[in-house]
């Protein structure tokens, strides 16, 4: 019932309402919170704010299934999300994130950056023991 009255909210047209509900999703857990989380943090209309705690809290649920999804969001506008999801890569630790998050620490501003560079650090990534090699302009 819960979930339900989330989903709901969502999809309400209060962004303050959608940016409650992301967090309580994130909270609760559970495949249709997943869904959720998955389809806002893609969501190129939705609001910046509830992207970037839906990545937060896919990488909270550490879920190998958010993988792409938050892959994607690397590339989302402004900071907060690319940022929350290269911090979720991290912590879920799915190999499949490292190109990415090369692409972004070489390509991202200072936080962003930052955060690539510890989710990559999360994934045991060092340059000795890589056969990537990034291309750093």
Same mark, same amino acid.
Request: hydrophobic share 45%; glycine share 8%.
């Given at each position: $019932? *819960?979930?339900?009255?989330?989903?709901?909210?969502? =999809?309400?047209? +209060?962004?303050?309402? =959608?940016?409650?509900?992301?967090?309580?999703? !994130? $909270?609760? !857990?559970?495949?249709?919170?997943?869904?959720?989380?998955? $389809?806002?943090?893609? #969501?190129? &209309?939705?609001?910046?704010?509830? @992207?970037?705690?839906?990545? $937060?809290?896919?990488?909270?649920?550490?879920?190998? /299934?958010?993988?792409?999804?938050? *892959? /994607?969001?690397?590339?989302?506008? !402004?900071?907060?999300?690319?940022?929350?999801?290269?911090?979720?890569?991290?912590?879920?630790?799915?190999? =499949?994130?490292?190109?990415?998050?090369?692409?972004?620490?070489?390509?991202? @501003?200072?936080?962003? =950056?930052?955060?690539?560079?510890?989710?990559?650090? @999360?994934? !045991? &990534?060092?340059?000795? #023991? +890589?056969?990537?090699?990034?291309?750093? #302009?």
């Amino acid at each position: $019932m *819960i979930v339900k009255q989330l989903l709901a909210e969502l =999809r309400d047209v +209060s962004k303050e309402k =959608r940016r409650t509900a992301v967090m309580k999703l !994130g $909270m609760l !857990g559970g495949d249709q919170a997943l869904r959720a989380l998955m $389809m806002a943090v893609q #969501n190129d &209309y939705e609001d910046l704010i509830v @992207r970037g705690r839906a990545a $937060m809290m896919l990488g909270k649920l550490r879920d190998p /299934r958010a993988v792409d999804p938050l *892959i /994607r969001a690397l590339n989302a506008p !402004g900071h907060q999300t690319p940022l929350q999801a290269a911090q979720a890569l991290g912590k879920i630790g799915d190999p =499949r994130a490292i190109e990415p998050l090369l692409m972004l620490a070489a390509n991202g @501003r200072d936080k962003t =950056r930052e955060a690539a560079l510890e989710a990559l650090d @999360r994934l !045991g &990534y060092t340059e000795e #023991n +890589s056969e990537l090699e990034p291309e750093i #302009n």
